[in-house]
């Protein structure tokens, strides 16, 4: 079976990258390989990851497209076109990817980009998803939060989910607790979701 191209895009530490890469390794991503990493930031550690998994990189920073004067959809216009022309990917997948994408570089992937967001659908969309929950549970307000990953679509984080998965807030709870248990969760569900999407299981957007 020929393989299908991945392109993961992130900007920091990388820790669902490593996911990725280590459920490659393993064969759990069914005919997926990661062909490129891409960062919006030129110091994110998951350049190294990929890198000492021998997988190709490629930095484009917003700030050198604000010092040239020119906007955020000549930058995701640009960057669509490098990885449509470089890889022609089969799936795109946003993990930690820390940048609103605009119709720009969304058109030219309609259907083919994924994200991992750290809540269910219709709750908590945008930023800082886990820090709000933690506070509604703080507040009493909330027993529960979880993991989607979904198809991305303009409307930030409101494409049609693909997998899905609740996790419980629990008594004594630190914020670093739910944290690290939705992040474990995240390590898991990611991989199959790829895997998913690939086999063309995953729902349509």
Known sequence: ?????????ISGSGSNLQALIDAEQKGELGCGKITL???????????????NASIPTFVQTLKQYKDAGKTREDFDR??????????APDLLVLAGWMHI????FI??????IINLHPALPGELDGAHAIDRAYEEFKEGKRLSTGVMVHYVI????KGKPI????????????????ENRIHAVEHQILPRAV???LAGSGQTQ
């Open 195 to 197: 895997k998913q999407v």
């Open 1 to 9: 079976m020929a393989s299908k191209k991945i392109v993961v895009l």
């Open 154 to 157: 303009p409307e930030v984080d």
């Open 163 to 178: 997998m899905t998965q609740v996790i419980p807030c629990v008594e004594g709870d630190t914020l670093e607790d739910l």
């Open 37 to 51: 990493v891409v960062s919006n930031k030129k110091n994110a550690y998951g350049l190294t990851r990929a890198s």
């Open 101 to 104: 994408l605009s119709p720009a």
């Open 78 to 87: 640009d960057l669509a076109q490098h990885i449509e022309r470089t890889e």
């Open 107 to 112: 058109d030219m992937f309609r259907g083919r």
